[in-house]
């Protein structure tokens, strides 16, 4: 697929600029949606911010990492060797808040710490939270919503890219209706100027009056003045697709005017597809849509905020217990029962009375649950109400294309009747005029409502969640 988008785009970037004829390649909403999504750079941003998801949860993943450790220390002075003292270990945490160590260690001197044991040690220790920390603790946290965040990024991805496309989709169909309306006027002028020319030679030969050359004249350059606005809407049109386009060495791709058309026939312009249906998309929203799933997100990193500022609630009790061994190979001791020998073992206890700042973080945490709760349940009603409103839009738009298609073909049997009857000497160029502009009306209001289906079709996959996919 990625090959035969940029097949599209190669044939986009090189195609020779010249006036619209059948001969030009048609440039697809699908296709056009696909190279935005590719090369367009707020699309490249919805993908960094995946990477830099992941590149957080590395870093809290780091939290886990052994970690290594030398240190080194002499004093001599005055001649006194006071201390040498080398050790090397390696800190190895684990989850539930235990963490392992394990070194050796060499100390000499005269001057050193009763407290130490000179010569070569060794040592294996392990720590372990019984209370606060235990279940939860802040590197745990954080690692979690990391995790969370990184399905959570997707989400935005998918949000940004469903908004990027609803607006490339907007784009391109005011691109379509001012390209057929332009298309529409230039067909219309071939008409008037034949009927003018043949009026004027009716009335050379005596056939007709003079003020049905002006009447004819009139109509001709009214629909002349009507080109040149169209032209204007869209060559403003296309500037403002080309800002969807972009290269793939993220540089702009300024659209020629006459490069690539849209379809030029309102048979082709609107093209009904099946009606889904709409229990099953607004199922699908209340379980796929991305901005609810970013607020799932959103309210499982606070529960784990939750837990974590309930640790608060509880003393803090660590025990710690380290095996010594004389020498470097504290294995030899470590078939000995535990606390016979060659240990040191530490409890450390704190609580504080009040607990107020634990009890107004926790209370704190469960106010932003309630508050995300409730946003939750407020944009899932505005996300289910609003693909109500788009389907019912994109069924009466479909009914009214219908209805605007035998309005149009019965204007046009109006038009054509009025004609013959115009030539044959039984009516006026008045009417024929007014049954003309009767039928344009009634085919600019079958192109707009056209192009109104057509985009209610992106409309409600963008309302579902589901454009960024399409």
Known sequence: MRAII????????????????DSIPTLSPESFLQIVKMFHPIAKQASIQIDKAKADLLMARSSFDPVLASDGKNKLFDGINYYQNNSFQINIPTWYGIEVQSGIEYLTGGRTNPQETSGKTSFVSISLPLAKNLLMDKRRAVLQQSKIMVT??????????????????DSYWQWAQSYFVYNMYN????????????????????????????????????????????????????????????????????????????NSRIEELYDPVIQPELEPLLTSAKLNHPELLLLKNNLKVLSIEKKLKFQDLLPELDIKYNQLGKGYNVLSTATKPLFDNNYRFAVNFSMPLRLSQGRGSYRSVKLKISETQLDFNNKELIVLNKIKYNYNQQLTYKKQVNLLQKTYANFKLLQRGEENRFFNGESSLFLVNSRE??????????TETAIDYNKSIYILKWSAGELWNF
């Open 6 to 21: 940029i097949l599209l785009y190669t044939l986009l970037t090189t195609a020779c600029s010249a006036f619209a004829n």
């Open 152 to 169: 959570a990024s997707e989400q935005e991805m998918k949000i940004m890219l469903n908004d990027l496309l609803i607006e490339a989709a």
């Open 187 to 262: 067909h219309v002028i071939d008409i008037n100027r034949k009927r003018f020319e043949m009026v004027v030679a009716s009335f050379r030969n005596g056939e007709k009056a003079a003020i049905d050359t002006t009447e004819a004249l009139t109509q001709l350059q009214t629909f002349e003045y009507l080109q040149n606005e169209a032209m204007l809407n869209w060559q403003n049109a296309t500037i403002n697709l080309s800002g969807y386009l972009w290269k793939d060495n993220n540089e702009t791709y300024n659209l020629p005017f006459f490069t690539i058309k849209p």
């Open 437 to 446: 502009n009767k039928a344009l009306e009634a085919l600019l209001k079958l």
